[in-house]
C-alpha cells in the first residue's frame, strides 16, 4: 500500500482543522476528497504533501513517515499539483518539466543527464505538449498550464500524484480532457492519484473511492455508490438530492437546501 494515514490531526494553529483521519489507500486507486467549504479537504492534503506538519498521527509512504524523510527522498515517490501554481517568468515548457528532476538529482550535480531530459520529454509527451515545448509557459492557456504542470509532477515519476481542485478556473472541455488524462495514467501506470473535487459528479465519474469530510472529520468512505448516497449529501452538504444513473456514472441532482 502507498499511502497510509494514521490517526493524522493537523491544521494551521493549535486548532486542528482535520481530526483522527485513518485511511489506507492501494496501488493504483483514485481517492477524491469531498465536502462542503471549511470541512478540511485541502488541509488534509497540505498534510499529505508535507507543505503541513501533524499535530497528531502520522503518514507513511511505502511504509516510512514522511515527515521524518528528506524532502527529496519523499518528492522521488510523491508529487502535488497544487491549486494555484506560480507562473515562472522566462522559463518555456521543456524547462519547467525539467524542474521536475530536481529530487533526483546528487547536490553537486546542476546539469540533467541524457536519461534525465528523455524522462522531461516523456512527461510532456504523455500531457500531449510536444508542440508546445518552446513556448513561454506564460503564454499559455489555462488548460495548457495545468497540463504543462502535471507534466513537471510527472517527471518526478511519483507513485502517488496529489492534485488540490485541478479543474478549478478550467471550463468544461478543458475539464474532461484533464480528468481524462489522468485517468489513464492511473489505468495504465497504475499511478495512485488522490484529488480535492469540488465538483461531486467528476469525483463520481472518476473516482474509485470517495472520501466524505465534514467539519475535518471522515465522514465516510467507500465507492461512489456507497457514498454519495441522498441520506449522506444532507448530512454533508445540507442540501436534498436524487441520484440518478448514468452510462458515465452516478449523477447528482441537487434539489433544494435543507
Not at 39 to 53: A, F, P, Q
Not at 124 to 142: A, N, W
Not at 227 to 255: D, K, M, R
Request: glycine share 6%; charged share 15%; with cysteine.
Amino acid at each position: 500500500m502507498p499511502l497510509e494515514l494514521q490517526n493524522l490531526t493537523g491544521g494551521y494553529t493549535a486548532e486542528p482543522i482535520v481530526q483522527n483521519i485513518n485511511l489506507t489507500l492501494q496501488t493504483g486507486e483514485w481517492l477524491s476528497l469531498v465536502g462542503a467549504n471549511g470541512s478540511g479537504k485541502s488541509t488534509l492534503l497540505k498534510l499529505l504533501s508535507r507543505i503541513l506538519t501533524p499535530q497528531q498521527g502520522i503518514v507513511l509512504l511505502d511504509g516510512k513517515a514522511i515527515h521524518s524523510q528528506p524532502p527529496n527522498v519523499v518528492a522521488q515517490k510523491l508529487a502535488l499539483l497544487p491549486q494555484q501554481q506560480t507562473i515562472p517568468v522566462g522559463l518555456n515548457v521543456r524547462q519547467l518539466v525539467s524542474l521536475g528532476r530536481t529530487p533526483h538529482q546528487p547536490w553537486w550535480q546542476w546539469e540533467l543527464t541524457a536519461q534525465d531530459w528523455q524522462k522531461v520529454d516523456l512527461a510532456i509527451q504523455k500531457t500531449q505538449l510536444e508542440d508546445k515545448c518552446d513556448r513561454p509557459v506564460e503564454q499559455l492557456s489555462g488548460g495548457e498550464r495545468q497540463r504543462a504542470f502535471l507534466a513537471l509532477a510527472l517527471a518526478q515519476e511519483p507513485k502517488v500524484l496529489l492534485l488540490d481542485e485541478p479543474t478549478t478556473y478550467l471550463d468544461i472541455n478543458y475539464q474532461l480532457q484533464l480528468l481524462e488524462l489522468l485517468k489513464d495514467l492511473n489505468q495504465q501506470q497504475e499511478l495512485t492519484i488522490v484529488t480535492v473535487l469540488h465538483e461531486l459528479n467528476l469525483a463520481a465519474r472518476y473516482s474509485s473511492r470517495i472520501a466524505l469530510l465534514k467539519q475535518g472529520n471522515l465522514w465516510g468512505v467507500g465507492t461512489p455508490e456507497e457514498v454519495l448516497t441522498p441520506q449522506a449529501i444532507t448530512q454533508v452538504f445540507g442540501v436534498e438530492a436524487v441520484i440518478i444513473q448514468t452510462p458515465v456514472g452516478l449523477l447528482v441532482c441537487a434539489i433544494s437546501a435543507v
